[in-house]
Each structure stands twice: as C-alpha cells, then as structure tokens.
C-alpha cells in the first residue's frame, strides 16, 4: 500500500530541520508526527530543553517553534507493510532543492535515522551551508541503545535550538 509523508512542519523561522525516513502507521491514521506512544521522539525532545513533557501535539508543536525546529520525512512516499522503514519499497523523496529555496534559514539537518540518511544521499544531494548529522532513530524499534544513550546523542540539536538564547 502507498503511504504518503506527512505535511511538513517548516516556516520560515526554522533553523533545524528534523527529518525522518516516512511517518507510521499511526502517526498517518493521525497526521501528526511520532504519534506512536512507543516512539521515544517527544520525550527525548523535550527532555533535551529542560521542558515539561506534554501529550498534547499542540504543545509540542509549541516546543518545535520555541526551538526553531521543523519536521519532515525524507520520502515523499512509498510502498510498506507497517512502519518498519526495512520493508521500504518504490520510494520517491521529497523536494528537497524547492525546501531549501523556500526556508532558507534552515542551517542543520538532523537524521532521524540511519534510514533516513540512506535514502536521502541516495537520491539527492546535500545541499551547500547546511550540515547534515545522523541521530539514532527514537523509535521503539531502535533497541540498540538505551533512552539515556539516546538522549545523549540528541543533545546535540538542543545545543543549536538553544544557542539563540546566548545572543
């Protein structure tokens, strides 16, 4: 079955581009990212800048904004049987030249995963001032590493949301 990306969460005041491989199952069934209760991507963002963990996705869509943060997925769409990214097929990726024409200000582009990352330097090219890091994936699939190991590595995008504070 064709799944399709979410819309992206981006204006124009978005520095930090957080990017996924395609939504899930229930983050589609929603429309809202990481919706999945299993996934640790909220948690650990909020855990990051100190804030107060909500459930609610306005409240979180408050965070992303405060941090100057966006979300999108790599792929436009694609063929998968749930949400494992390891049963992807006939992907197509998203317009990743006409984004960064139109948001500009995006400097940092963070993986949400190895897959991710895979499929975007498979069928596009990075583009000029901005830096592209790989993160590991929050999702409950990600067992390798611990939540602790997890939020270890995510620092490094609230090390960027909150440098504007310093100013």
């Not at 799944?3 to 983050?27: F, V, W």
């Not at 909020?46 to 790599?74: M, P, T």
């Not at 949400?83 to 990726?93: G, K, N, W």
């Not at 995963?113 to 999702?139: C, D, M, N, R, W």
Request: proline letters at 2%.
């Amino acid at each position: 079955m064709l799944k399709k990306a979410l819309q992206p969460l981006i204006d124009n005041s978005t520095i930090i581009l957080i990017m996924g491989t395609m939504a899930g199952e229930q983050s589609i069934a929603k429309q809202e990212y990481y919706a999945n209760k299993g996934n640790l991507f909220w948690k650990i963002l909020f855990s990051i800048f100190e804030e107060e963990f909500s459930a609610s996705y306005e409240d979180r869509k408050a965070l992303l904004a405060k941090y100057n943060i966006g979300l999108w997925n790599v792929l436009k769409s694609c063929k998968r049987e749930g949400s494992s990214d390891a049963t992807i097929t006939e992907e197509t990726i998203n317009d990743f030249e006409n984004l960064h024409k139109q948001f500009p200000n995006i400097k940092y582009v963070f993986f949400e995963s190895k897959a991710a990352a895979k499929y975007f330097y498979k069928h596009t090219v990075p583009q000029e001032g901005i830096t592209y890091t790989i993160l590991p994936s929050t999702s409950g699939l990600n067992a390798g590493l611990s939540k602790a190991e997890k939020i270890e590595q995510w620092k490094a995008v609230s090390q960027i949301g909150l440098s504007k504070y310093e100013d």
